[in-house]
């Protein structure tokens, strides 16, 4: 399976960025290797000194796919869940400067914790979802998916274009604003709504 990320998809996380706004997706992969789950504890990774969280809605793909329309691409999910695209925002600066690639910033062991996944038919309108993270019960992130500049139908038609898409594959939405350093001891707690989907620790 394949994690397909989507950069700046929230303005407000493109201006905190001083980024322009995108005309289109910016898109990325992380490695099946990224995946964390059943909130076990994130590692600090000694290469970098800047780790840093994005809080995004996580759509697991449920059949297999390429060149999707728009209006069909309700059609290739049926759950979601929310994950943190850790980065390491050090090197995603160093190699962004070099005009390199992204992956060592994104892509390392654990950058993707991902929550509980649950069913998008328990839910009124999956394109205007509250969501946020809490870090040691504070909230540091608050996003809806109405902000999201591509909506998720346009990012599964965007992205099948070039991927084939496959059952199980994972897209990572975007972050809203608020991104910041994750720091030795800390506890995530990620809510969809009022529904906590992921709890762990940073170490
Ligand atoms: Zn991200």
Not at 90 to 104: F, H, K, S, T, V
Not at 138 to 151: E, H, L, P, R, Y
Request: some cysteine; aromatic content about 10%; overall charge neutral.
């Amino acid at each position: 399976m394949k994690i397909i990320c989507i950069g700046l998809n929230y303005r407000n996380h493109a201006r905190e960025m001083n980024k322009p706004i995108p005309t289109e997706p910016v898109v990325f992969l992380k490695p099946d290797s990224a995946i964390l789950k059943k909130n076990k504890p994130f590692f600090l990774p000694d290469f970098s000194q800047m780790i840093q969280y994005e809080t995004e809605l996580v759509v697991k793909i449920n059949r297999l796919g390429k060149g999707i329309s728009p209006e069909y691409a309700g059609r290739y999910y049926d759950e979601i869940t929310l994950g943190i695209d850790i980065t390491a925002r050090d090197i995603q600066a160093r190699n962004a400067a070099a005009g390199l690639p992204w992956e060592l910033s994104k892509g390392f062991d654990g950058s993707a914790p991902l929550g509980e996944f649950i069913p998008v038919s328990t839910m009124k309108d999956v394109n205007n979802i509250d969501f946020r993270l809490e870090i040691n019960e504070k909230i540091v992130q608050q996003g809806n998916t109405s902000d999201m500049i591509f909506n998720i139908n346009e990012l599964i038609a965007y992205v099948s274009r070039y991927f084939t898409l496959k059952t199980g594959d994972l897209l990572f939405t975007g972050t809203p604003a608020g991104v910041g350093p994750l720091r030795k001891n800390d506890n995530l707690v990620a809510y969809l709504g009022d529904k906590p989907l992921l709890d762990f620790m940073i170490r």
